[in-house]
Structures are given as C-alpha cells and as structure tokens.
C-alpha cells in the first residue's frame, strides 16, 4: 500500500513540473514575456529597466529555474490589474469556486442516482425511456445557453430565483460562504443545477449502466433466491457495487467541475476563480493566468490521487491486491 | 419458524411434486420453450438428479420452482406442488417467505454467488433477519454455527472476511450454509461442484449428502455429470431439449437406459470396464429450441429413430416405475436381466 | 404471388455482390432517429452554404441595419415595412434569422474545419505511434494520456491565455483539444492492424513507409475515425461556442453562434428572450443531429457490436 502510494506521489510531483514547464515555455517563449509581465503603459526605459530586474535577458533554462524557485516559495507574480500578489487573488476566489463545484457534485448525485436506478431497473418503461432521452438533450445541451434559459424562466419570468451573484454570505474559518443563509441558498441553486446539468447526465448513464450489469449477476440471482426483500437486493447488493464506479468518476469529474465553472461563473456573476480567469485572459492580466493555471493543475492532481486511494478504500479487492 | 400456510397438506406428501410445468421465454427471435411439459416427484429426504446437456432446460426447471424465473421468460402453465401447495400460485411476498427458508438454492459458480462487496457475515445475517426476527447476535451466532457445519474452520474469524479472500471450495461451503441456515424442506443444487477442483468435489458431495441425511432435505441436484449423479441420488431425471425423456430410479437407469439418449450419454462417459474401447458419442449437437421440429427432439441424433418419430412420443412407464419418452426404447436392456 | 416466388431465390444472389459500403448504407438506414438526424444535418449545412443567398438580409452590411429597428420581437415588421423580422432583431436591429444564418455558417467552418485538422493530425501522430512503436509510442501517448487527463475547457483556456483570442487561436486550442482523441483511436485500431499480413506483404515488397502507413494502414483504421470524428465535429462546435460566448473566440463582426447568444444575454434580464434563444435553438439542433448520427454510426461500424 505505502509503496503504491509513494509511486503515486511521485508520479503526481513528476506531472506537476511538466506542467510547470508547459506554462512556463506557453507564458514566456510563445506569447512576448514583455508584454505579459509588463505593465502596457510602461514607457522604454521603464522597459529596459524591467526587463534586467525580471532577469528576461538571462538564457531560458536560467529564467525557468527563477520561476520555479519563485513558484515554490508561493510567489506567481504581482496582478497587473488589482496589484495584488496573483496567488492571494486566487485563494480568495477559491472558496466560492469550491462551493459551487461541491453544490453541483452532490446534486448530480442526489439527482442522477435515483433516476439512473430506475431507468435501471425497469429498461423497458416509459419513465426510464424519457430519463434516457433527457440523458442525451444533457449532454448535447451547450452549458452556457441552458445558464441563460434558466435565468430567463426562474429569473426574469417566474421571478422565483435571483439571477447573479452569491448573496448574502456566512464568514467560517475566514472563508465566506452562501449555502448558510437562505438568500446564499437561492442563489447557489440556478448555478449549481447548471453546472450540474451535465454531470447528472453521466451519473443517469453510469447508474443505469452499472444496475442493468450487476441485476445480470449471479450474486444479485442469489440474493433473491436467499428471500431477501427486493428493497434489500436492490438497495444493498445492486446498490453497493454500482457506487464504486459511480463515486470513482464522479469523484475524477470534480476536476473538471471545477474547470467548467469558468463558464458558469460567468453567466451567473459568481464571484470566483472562473470569473477571476476570464477577466484576466480579457485584460491581459497574464500574472494572474499562470497563477490560475498552476493551482488548478495542482488540484487536478490531487484530485486524481485521491479519487485513486478512495477507490482502493472502497473495493476491498482493490485493498488486498494493493498490500 | 413463520411457515406459509399449508391448506390440506396430506400427511406423507412428496416434497416437490412438479406437474406439466411449461416455463417458456417470450424473446423477439420466437418463443423458446425452455421447458415443456416436466413432471416429477422428489419424496421427503430424498435426491434427485436431474440430468442433461447445457440448454435442455434443466437450470430453468430448477429456477422455475424457485420463482426466479426473470423476463423474457414466464412459467406458462403446471403445479408445482410444494408439500402440498401450489408455488405457481403464490404472490410474490408468499414465494418471498419460502425462498431461503423452505426452499434453498446453491448456485453453480461459486465465484459469482457471493457479493464481491459484503463481507460473508452480512450475507450469511441477513439471511436469517429475512425470515426471522431475531436479535443480530442471535443470527450471528447461527451464522457462525452454520460455517462450523459445513467445514469451515474458525467460522468466527471467517465471518468477517470478504468473498474473494476464500477459495472457490470455501466459497461454495459458504453458499451451501447459507442454504442451509433455516434448514429448509428441499434444497436445489444447480452444478454446485462443476466448477470446483476434482478434489473438493468429493469433499462436498460427501459433505451434502451428510447433512440431506441428518436433516431430513429433500435436494433436486441439477447436472451433467452422470457420475455425481451415480454416487449421490435416488431417482434420475434425463432431459433433453425442454422435455424429460427418461426417468426412475437411479442404479436401473444407469444400469439399464431405456432412452436411446440416456444411452449414449452413458456410452459417452469414459469407464475403467471399458478400457481401451474407443468412446462411444452421440452425432450431432443439441437442437436450437428456437426451431424445433414437430416430434421427437433427439430424431435427428437417433440411431434407431424410425418413421414414426415424426410424432413426439409420451412418457410411457415401459417397465413399473421406469419412463421414457420414446417409440424405440432399448428394451432388450430391461429384458435381459429379467 | 407467382412474381413473389420468382424474385425470393434471386434476392441471396444481389447480397452476394454487395459491396462493404452498400451494406455499411443499408444497415445505416435502418435507424430512422439517425436519418432523422442526417437529414436535419443536411439542411442545416445547406443553409450555411446557402445563407448569402436566401438570408432575407445580409447582417454584415451596416447600410442595411436599422437601429431603429433594434430589440424588436419575433413576428414584427421593420420601421419601412419591407421585411419581417420572423425571429425578432438584435440591439443593432439585425435580422436575427439572417444573423443565424450567418453565424451557423462561422461556427459550422471552425467546428468542422478544426475538427478535419484535429483528424490529421491526430490520426498522423497515432499511426506513427502505431507503426514506429518504442520510444516514439511511449512519448507521443504519455502526452495524450495527460492532456486526456485535463478537461477540454481547460487546454483551450490555457492555449488562449498563451496565444491570445483570435479566430486562428480558437483554431488551434480545438486542434490541441482534439488530436488526442483521434490518435489514441487510430493508434488502437492501427497496433492490431498492423500484425496483420497484408502489412508483412506490403513491408516485404519493401514499399515506402510513408506508402504503408496512408495506403494500406489507414484506410484500414477509418471506421472508428469516422465514429470518433463525427462526435467530435459536435465537440468542436459546442467548444467554439462556449469559447466565443466567453468572449474568447470569433470577433465580434462575423459573429458566430455562440457570440450571438452572448449578445443576447444583457437583454435577456429585461425580457428580451429572443435575441439568446433563437441562435441557442439552433446550436442545440445542429449538435443533436450530429450526435444521432454518430451514435448511431458508432452502433454499425463497432464490429464488437455486431452478431
């Protein structure tokens, strides 16, 4: 197991630096590094002088290992726009950004998950047929129209939800959150279902994938024939060995959850990193970008690694082989 | 022990007793008559093997006097006659209740017949929670009382380990006391030792037999292999394509077949008495039941299939207590001896 | 009856003689969701071919534009009463069914067209894997295997930020996105080909890699490049168009799809639906009709699926 996990923590460092590299060699050798890192009203000789101090014209491999120095020590460069160190402006946006993803994750299950299990386990009816349908319209729906319709029916038509922004916000551990108060609550509901929306898709089909394979094995045959109740043959046998798959991808999907929350930030107003990224990328705000880049890439990563050790926890054949 | 209710179980009633059951699967290719027309009777405490190639509609029948018939397929019509009662009348709640209390099942792959992801005393415990209301430790103890029955050393350990953590055997004697943790009236043994190593085939079969013998289980052993059957049961049932084409009592089967079938899947068994002799077999294979032709299913294999074949025979009681469903039985076997 | 009896013994003889593609057609047609999804496909294309010519209005000409005619719901006529604007106008008093199908023609170009190049390059790499095996597999794999490890929003927002937004940059982030797809596809298709024999014949005729891998590999490995490439197509557009209505994409003169919805959004607070939801209605219907037809697509030509 220590031995699985240390390959695993390698590996994940090993990505990390790659990573590093690649935004590195995109910020500096593709794009005009003078461009990125320097304020555009600077005049020449501010210029040159900037120029010496950010060390640009030392040879790359010297530049790169600056920036990594840099990088480590946590410091990814000074935000053009709010002047402010580009990592601390992310931190800031983080939590929003994490609640929303969180909101969303658990509402493709809580949504997903029962309707997966029906479609499931009557294939044949009208009801599961019509699940399947939506499946499909999920995945094809683009993200961003489906934002702006659910603003214009529960918005501005029906007036029942708040159409941007978080609302009133509850401070814990120095992080503000919405879903506390019952104002946060409704505006977290239109965009989490939003990013949501493609997320239950996947979770209707994994479900529903998963119960037609496991209803199919002998052990779920037997477990009938031992005079269980269906509740229990459906909710215990089927239903545990369907949650692996379906908590292991969910659980990769956080990722790029997060990922696509730059959209939804968007539309909604909501005040996190996605936001924050789409405003840099328009402004130029490029010390912000990388710094957006790496801790997204190192979330990415953590992400996988734990979604690995949690799907080990989870099947116990996976456990023992792993020892 | 919550029984169902019994109206008018006659005193020394068979304790299966399956009357014309004709369990077909309705699939878009056609309907398949998986089985058609089976009677039979198992006495209490007694075994019977029932006997045929795959896809002769011997899992089915097995399945059909579980009630785990699954859709496309449906038990069409015919009793089956559980000391007394109908199952094929019962509601799903009834069958429910009998299930793994009075009727127990041991599947064929024991690979596949315990969950991956329960650990064994959950599955063993709920068994017991299913029928009964006992307290858990109760149920826990029967459980562990159970494992130490059918060989399992140190059950109270055993009892916290997961499936794949045992060997195919281990997992089989798990399955086999969880059949047996409300000692049911009849136990249906579909291929339990197919899958295992010849070894512990012997060990289990010597184990079953054991306890059909202490507790007074009826037990419908479903296989291919004649020489399980030799060794294990009182009466044989031969199926073949949906129908039982022979059936009685196990040594004169064995001994002297009518069924030209039963014949030559006796012929077909290597043997020390014929050594050297080269192996007889039966040409062809097993008929599609998509497709089947009017009359006797096995015409097509037959070495003495006749005109009249054409037109399905009945089971016929050539000799007392000996049936077959043929035209052209070996009665020269029967007579000989006679 | 008797013209029944003759035709029946003739009919084994006609499926003899039939070629692989005709009976790629034929199993094609018996799903009527995907002809459904085919022909809405056709006529969406036609359209955008077709838009200079049957748009009742080009939405490029300012001279034409009204801003008087600005904001107007569907149905309403304009100010001189010459034309009517069937699915309303944009703040600029644009046609807004002109202006969709305009902009079909702008998202249509850069889904497909950077698709097309994903394809080439996807499929070149993934053969090269394929038949050159070693060290140049491992490292072109590794690399797909991480960037498949990043969602697509991501890799394209990263190749923006590098590049900045342009139409071109929309180009190659989608390429970027995509090729991996392609080249883990073909690579599979391609390791099991290439074991066959008529590659052994063709290398011991000593023909030229080059020869080997476009004449005899490829075509070979095309089914599930058609599959994969179909879906993809639908990717590309709906990426083009999430990325554009970030405001990261086309410019704001040859609007796409995407751009025109985005358009719509500050007007979408006062009630002013139809300015977002028509252009979206036709996004949605291009996307599900490419996606009936490749999922069924998929269904013909995956031979694990056949009987």
Redesign the interface.
């Known amino acids: 197991m220590s031995v699985y996990l240390l390959r695993r923590l390698i590996q994940a460092v090993g990505?990390v630096f790659?990573m590093s590299l690649i935004?590195f060699i995109?910020?500096f050798a593709?794009?005009d590094p003078v461009e990125i890192l320097i304020s555009p009203d600077a005049d020449q000789i501010e210029r040159e002088r900037a120029i010496r101090a950010l060390g640009l014209d030392l040879p790359l491999w010297e530049q790169y290992l600056i920036f990594l120095g840099k990088a480590l020590q946590g410091d990814l460069g000074r935000s053009f726009v709010f002047n402010e160190p580009a990592l601390q402006l992310i931190l800031q946006r983080m939590p929003a950004t994490l609640e929303l993803a969180i909101a969303a994750t658990l509402g493709a299950i809580v949504i997903g998950l029962p309707l997966g299990l029906y479609a499931g386990l009557r294939p044949h009816s009208l009801g599961s047929k019509a699940i399947m349908a939506g499946s499909?319209?999920g995945?094809?729906?683009?993200?961003?129209?489906v934002g702006?319709?659910l603003?214009?029916v529960f918005?501005?038509?029906l007036g029942w939800l708040p159409?941007t922004g978080r609302g009133d916000t509850v401070e814990i551990l120095g992080m503000r959150w919405s879903f506390l108060t019952a104002d946060g609550l409704a505006h977290l509901v239109m965009p989490a279902l939003n990013l949501a929306l493609f997320k239950i898709s996947l979770v209707i089909r994994l479900t529903r994938a998963g119960v037609r394979e496991t209803m199919l094995?002998?052990?779920v045959?037997?477990?009938?024939?031992?005079?269980?109740?269906?509740f229990?043959v459906t909710f215990?046998?089927v239903f545990?060995?369907i949650l692996?798959p379906v908590v292991t991808v969910t659980g990769l999907e956080f990722?790029?959850t997060i990922?696509?929350s730059?959209?939804t930030e968007?539309?909604f107003a909501w005040p996190g990193m996605g936001k924050l990224?789409?405003d840099s990328?328009?402004v130029?705000d490029?010390p912000v970008?990388v710094a957006y880049?790496m801790i997204?890439?190192l979330m990415?990563i953590t992400i996988?690694l734990i979604v690995d050790l949690t799907y080990s926890v989870l099947?116990?054949?996976v456990r023992?082989e792993g020892k | 022990m919550a029984d169902a209710p019994t109206p008018a179980a006659p005193q020394g009633a068979p304790t299966l007793e399956v009357r014309n059951l004709r369990t077909h699967f309705f699939t878009r290719a056609g309907v398949v008559k998986a089985v058609d027309d089976v009677s039979f009777t198992v006495g209490r405490g007694k075994v019977l093997g029932l006997v045929g190639e795959s896809g002769s509609g011997k899992s089915v029948t097995g399945f059909s006097v579980m009630g785990l018939v699954d859709p496309p397929g449906r038990v069409v019509s015919g009793q089956i006659l559980f000391k007394g009662q109908d199952l094929a009348k019962l509601s799903d709640e009834e069958m429910r209740k009998l299930r793994g209390n009075r009727i127990a099942m041991i599947f064929q792959d024991p690979m596949m017949t315990l969950n991956p992801v329960l650990r064994v005393d959950t599955q063993m415990i709920e068994t017991v929670l299913a029928h009964e209301k006992v307290p858990e430790e109760e149920a826990r103890r029967r459980a562990r009382d159970a494992l130490g029955m059918v060989g399992i050393p140190s059950p109270e350990e055993r009892l916290k380990s997961y499936p794949h953590q045992f060997s195919g055997g281990m997992r089989q004697r798990v399955a086999i006391a969880i059949a047996l943790l409300h000692r049911p009236d009849l136990i249906v043994a579909d291929e339990p030792t197919t899958a295992l190593d010849v070894t512990i085939q012997g060990q289990i079969l010597a184990e079953v037999q054991k306890l059909a013998a202490t507790t007074g289980t009826s037990l419908i052993w479903i296989t291919h292999d004649l020489s399980v059957v030799a060794g294990l049961a009182d009466d044989i049932a031969v199926m073949y394509a949906g129908k039982i084409v022979e059936h009685g009592d196990v040594g004169e089967v064995l001994d002297k077949p009518l069924h030209p079938y039963t014949h030559g899947l006796i012929g077909s068994v290597p043997s020390r008495n014929r050594r050297g002799e080269p192996l007889r077999q039966i040409p062809g294979m097993t008929p599609s039941l998509l497709s089947l032709a009017p009359g006797c299913a096995f015409r097509a294999r037959c070495p003495r299939a006749a005109a009249d074949c054409v037109e399905m025979p009945e089971l016929h009681p050539w000799r007392p207590d000996r049936l077959a469903r043929c035209h052209h039985p070996h009665l020269e076997n029967v007579e000989q001896v006679a | 009856m008797s013209v029944a009896l003759q035709t029946a013994p003739a009919a084994p003889a006609k499926d003899r003689v039939e070629t692989p593609f005709q009976r790629f057609v034929s199993e094609f047609c018996e799903s009527k969701l995907a002809l459904l999804g085919l022909a809405v496909f056709t006529v969406i294309a036609l359209v955008a071919i077709l838009a200079p010519w049957i748009a009742p209005q080009d939405p490029y000409d300012l001279a034409v534009l009204d801003i008087m005619d600005g904001r107007l719901e569907p149905g309403s006529k304009s100010g001189d009463g010459s034309i009517t604007y069937w699915l309303g106008t944009d703040d600029q008093g644009r046609d807004m069914l002109s202006g969709i199908m305009y902009g079909l023609r702008i998202s249509l170009t850069v889904g497909a067209g950077s698709a097309l190049l994903a394809c080439i390059v996807g499929a070149s790499l993934g053969l090269l894997a394929a038949y050159a095996g070693g060290k140049t597999d491992s490292a072109i794999m590794r690399v797909v295997d991480l960037q498949l490890s990043f969602p697509a929003i991501l890799v394209a927002l990263m190749i923006l930020a590098f590049l900045g937004k342009s139409v071109m940059n929309v180009v190659i982030a989608i390429v970027v996105v995509e090729w991996a797809y392609y080249a883990r596809t073909v690579r599979g298709t391609a390791l099991v080909e290439r074991r066959r024999e008529y590659i052994e014949a063709a290398q011991c005729l000593a023909l030229p890699t080059h020869r080997i891998l476009f004449r005899h590999l490829l075509p070979n490995c095309l089914p599930p490049l058609i599959v994969i490439g179909t879906m993809q197509v639908a990717r590309a557009i709906a990426l083009e168009a999430t990325l554009s209505f970030l405001g990261l994409g086309v410019p704001i003169t040859e609007p796409s799809l995407g751009l025109l919805i985005a358009n719509g959004y500050e007007y979408m607070l006062s009630g002013k639906y139809w300015i977002s939801f028509y252009p979206g209605i036709a996004l949605l219907i291009t996307i599900v009709a490419i996606n009936l037809v490749g999922d069924h697509l998929r269904d013909v030509l995956n031979p694990r699926l056949k009987k």
């Open positions: 990505v790659a935004v995109g910020v593709i794009g499909i319209l995945f094809s729906l683009p993200t961003f129209w702006l319709m603003i214009m918005a501005v038509q159409s094995m002998d052990y045959k037997f477990a009938r024939a031992k005079g269980l109740s269906p229990r215990v046998h545990k060995n692996i990722g790029s990922a696509f730059v959209v968007s539309i990224i789409i990328i328009n130029l490029r970008i880049l997204i890439v990415f996988n099947d116990p054949r023992l």
